[in-house]
DNA sequence: CCTTGCTCCTCTAGTCGCTAGAGGATGTAG
DNA sequence: CTACATCCTCTAGCGACTAGAGGAGCAAGG
């Protein structure tokens, strides 16, 4: 350690990777896409997170695991930015989200429901005989699942 | 028509796209990444599926919808072409499936609560006192989620 | 016969959200 | 001073398509 507990404010980015759970390329790579801003460099060229530059990783972070993508996670942001504003378009996009989790739960569940239909009744015999294979040869009226 | 309900095997690639519901650049794609076998042609060169190669596709299509990833269907599509054999690494793809589908379900209905907890609680005022983006921004265990 | 307009052909490049690797510079500890 | 870790930029790859360019074939109407 050289000085650390008075000022210690930037860390290097493998730093921030480890702080803030997202892997070094992920951070570079939200960079480049304008999701995060650049942050400062060293003399040598390399980034250095701030307090506030963590934080913004970690909200993006929460953000991904939602799964908000990434033009969502850019509104949020910014209005995260703009604390004085109407926070209903972050309501509107969460809401939107909920509703396609909801449908994705949906949809796996009818899956989930196919598929055991599928290995219960495979008597694990031959081919000939194998439910998984017949079912999925069944003729199928479109768009049923999925 | 000119002599239909006779012989008529083989269709052009949109007529088998709309009874296999499988749109005429995925069948293409299939195609090129060996997933189905290409089919006759005309003497024009177009592409013409006999009602075998439709069930091929219509096989694919719906195991596609249950999820199943390319490599998977590559061995299911050649288990079918041998009735003989065990049925065991069919039944254990399903498996395998299932378990992923299952996985999946449990993570999304994580999120779903989150999201529930999100907008329920957002009063839709300010951005300040904004629930969505204050949930975002609260620090977070690693691996929690997702 | 000829045009119109549809389907078909091949080929390349783009989508999303990363991830992997090459090839090199910089920083730190012994 | 020499390892070695960490950092840098840049390009290419993943899966499963999707979109578009640029052209050929074909059936039907005028």
């Known amino acids: 350690m050289t000085e650390k507990s008075a000022v210690e404010e930037a ?13 070094v390329p ?6 480049q896409i304008g999701l995060l801003a650049a942050p400062a460099r060293t003399e040598g060229n390399r980034r250095l997170y701030t307090r506030t530059d963590l934080r913004r990783l970690a909200f993006v972070r929460h953000a991904r695991e939602l799964g908000f993508d990434v ?9 995260q930015d703009h604390p004085d504003r109407s926070c209903a378009s972050a309501d509107a996009i969460a809401q939107a989200r909920l509703a396609e989790v909801r449908v994705r739960i949906a949809k796996l569940k009818a899956l989930e429901a196919e598929l055991t239909r599928m290995v219960e009744e ?13 079912i ?7 768009g049923t699942l999925a």
Chains 1, 2 share one sequence.
């Open 71 to 79: 033009e969502a996670i850019r509104t949020l942001l910014s209005l």
């Open 136 to 142: 999925l040869a069944e003729p199928h009226r479109h």
């Open 11 to 23: 860390v290097p980015i493998g730093e921030a990777a480890k702080r803030s759970g997202v892997k």
């Open 122 to 134: 495979c008597a694990c015999g031959r081919v000939a005989e194998c439910r998984v294979i017949e």
């Open 26 to 31: 992920t951070i570079r790579y939200y960079e």
